[in-house]
Each structure stands twice: as C-alpha cells, then as structure tokens.
Nanobody, 115 residues
Framework: QVQLVESGGGLVQAGGSLRLSCAAS????????MGWYRQTPGKERELVAG???????NYGDSVKGRFTISRDSAKNTVNLQMNSLKPEDTAVYYC?????????WGQGTQVTVSS
C-alpha cells in the first residue's frame, strides 16, 4: 500500500515563501511521475509541478518562475519550494504519484496566502 504524506503547509503573507514536502512510503523511482496539484472550492484540481522518473520537470503556467520542484531519493521525498506567494496560490495542495497501474494521492495540506 503506497502512502504519500504531505507536510509544510500553513499561513503566509503575500510575497513570502513556503516549502512543501511529500514523503512516500516506497522508493520514489518506482513511479513514472510525481508531482503536486492544488484545488480550491468549486474548481478542478490543477497541476502545479511534476517530475518524471527521468528528471523531466514541468510547471503550471501560473507558478513558473516562482515554484521549484525537487526530489530527494535518499529520503523518498518530493519537495515544492514556493516563493513570491500570491493570495491566488491559496489552495489545498496534494501530492501525487503515478505508476503503470494507477495514481496515488496524499491527504492534502492547506496553503493560505494573506494579502
């Protein structure tokens, strides 16, 4: 049973930074991709950033230049450094991983950016 556990969410003022971490219960290289999504009430979950097992990275248009995804294979974690945060970044952030069979999701962590 794969488990993804997020940490690092919280309340921050606009312009500030937060770092999210996702700890996987297994070797992260078993997944084709890992990444972060976010969701606000009434909206669909959207991709924030993703990284493939080969190291290819992509970002959602709204976070390019502000957010950075990285991974630590020794700790089996995928991290999201969020800088220059804006009120519109407020959302529940979910860790995601996908292998050949299915997608896995963490429980989500709230990020709130005050203006």
């Amino acid at each position: 049973q794969v488990q993804l556990v997020e940490s690092g969410g919280g309340l921050v003022q606009a312009g500030g930074s937060l770092r999210l971490s996702c700890a996987a219960s297994t070797n992260i290289f078993r997944f084709n991709t890992m990444g972060w999504y976010r969701q606000t009430p009434g909206k669909e979950r959207e991709l924030v950033a993703g990284i493939t097992s080969g190291g290819r990275i992509n970002y959602g248009d709204s976070v390019k230049g502000r957010f950075t995804i990285s991974r630590d294979s020794a700790k089996n974690t995928v991290n999201l450094q969020m800088n220059s945060l804006k009120p519109e970044d407020t959302a529940v952030y979910y860790c995601n991983s996908q292998d050949l069979l299915r997608a896995y999701w963490g429980q989500g962590t709230q990020v709130t950016v005050s203006s």
